[in-house]
């Protein structure tokens, strides 16, 4: 008996290691998919006010500096360990396959590497005004 409950609890871990490896699986052009954000990622914040948990960078977009008829101040909290993008004398697009980035509504400032649904959800919801979210 205590050699079947050890096959078992191999095979459980067996499946539990196949149903990570899945998770990051390559997608259909072969690449790694990027991992989801976290809830907190992507949120709304005030780099004044409000600023993200955990030092993680809130993104404004374009700055309440350059457009302040725009809207409020604000942006986004930045997903943690995703690379930087922005536009600029030198544009810098976002290299992770799965990613694109989503541009400043203004240039020279900083964007933020998305995976299309978030960006989808960015562009239709009250931070849109801060990106270019043009298709």
Same mark, same amino acid.
């Given at each position: 008996?205590?050699?079947?409950?050890?096959?078992?609890?191999?095979?459980?871990? *067996?499946? %539990?290691?196949?149903?990570? =490896?899945? =998770?990051?699986?390559?997608? %259909?052009?072969?690449?790694? %998919?990027?991992?989801?954000?976290? *809830?907190? =990622?992507?949120?709304?914040?005030?780099?004044? +006010?409000? &600023?993200?948990? +955990?030092?993680?960078?809130?993104? @404004?977009?374009?700055?309440?500096?350059?457009? &302040?008829?725009? +809207?409020?101040? $604000? #942006?986004?909290?930045?997903?943690? #360990?995703?690379?930087?993008?922005?536009? +600029?004398?030198?544009?810098? &697009?976002?290299?992770?396959?799965?990613?694109?980035?989503?541009? &400043?509504?203004?240039?020279?400032? @900083?964007?933020?590497?998305?995976?299309?649904?978030?960006?989808?959800?960015?562009? =239709? $919801?009250?931070? %849109?005004?801060?990106f270019d979210c043009r298709p």
């Open positions: 008996m205590r050699g079947r409950r050890a096959w078992v609890l191999l095979l459980g871990l *067996a499946l %539990a290691g196949c149903h990570t =490896a899945a =998770a990051n699986a390559p997608d %259909a052009s072969g690449d790694a %998919a990027p991992d989801a954000a976290p *809830a907190e =990622a992507l949120g709304h914040c005030d780099p004044l +006010g409000a &600023p993200c948990s +955990g030092g993680v960078e809130c993104v @404004e977009g374009c700055p309440f500096s350059v457009r &302040p008829a725009a +809207g409020p101040r $604000g #942006g986004l909290c930045r997903v943690p #360990g995703r690379e930087q993008c922005g536009c +600029g004398i030198v544009p810098s &697009p976002c290299t992770t396959p799965g990613l694109d980035c989503l541009m &400043p509504a203004c240039c020279d400032d @900083e964007g933020l590497c998305v995976t299309p649904q978030e960006k989808a959800t960015i562009c =239709a $919801g009250p931070d %849109a005004f801060r």
